[in-house]
């Protein structure tokens, strides 16, 4: 079979349409846009894991956060020592160091947050909110902290 060359009407893409068989532009006309579909799927996959990511880490970063704030309101906690005890005995004052504690997370952004004294140590907890980016959802985290006071070297 001997093929004519493209630039004369006998070659098959000169052929009227008439003559392409119907099932084969039925074919053709039922996979039309089939691959749009497969794109949106895709597109929304890709979306969806990217929210996941983002807010993840976000949580993630906002309950570090709120970890750092409780040590750091610990730690201003049981910086209040009680005076008049000997160097060996460091105690805290109880009062001053909540009141202390208690303005430092309040300071620092925590929506809410309480602090408890002991003899030897201040513990504090703060409670933090993440707003989604992706995710239409407030995301609340705690953190904790403890401290001792340290006497001088």
Known sequence: MKLSPPWTKRHFLYQPLSRVSR???????REAGGITLYVVIFVVALLAVTGLVV???GRL???ERAADIAREAARTAAQNIDPGLGTNDLRINS???VEDGRAYLTQAGCL???VTVTAGSATATC???YDGIFIPLTFQVTGTGTAQP???I
């Open 23 to 29: 099932s084969a532009r039925n074919q053709r006309d």
């Open 55 to 57: 807010d993840g880490s």
């Open 61 to 63: 970063q906002a309950l």
């Open 150 to 152: 340290v006497g001088a």
């Open 112 to 114: 809410s947050g309480d």
């Open 127 to 129: 409670i933090y909110t």
């Open 95 to 97: 009062a001053a160091a």
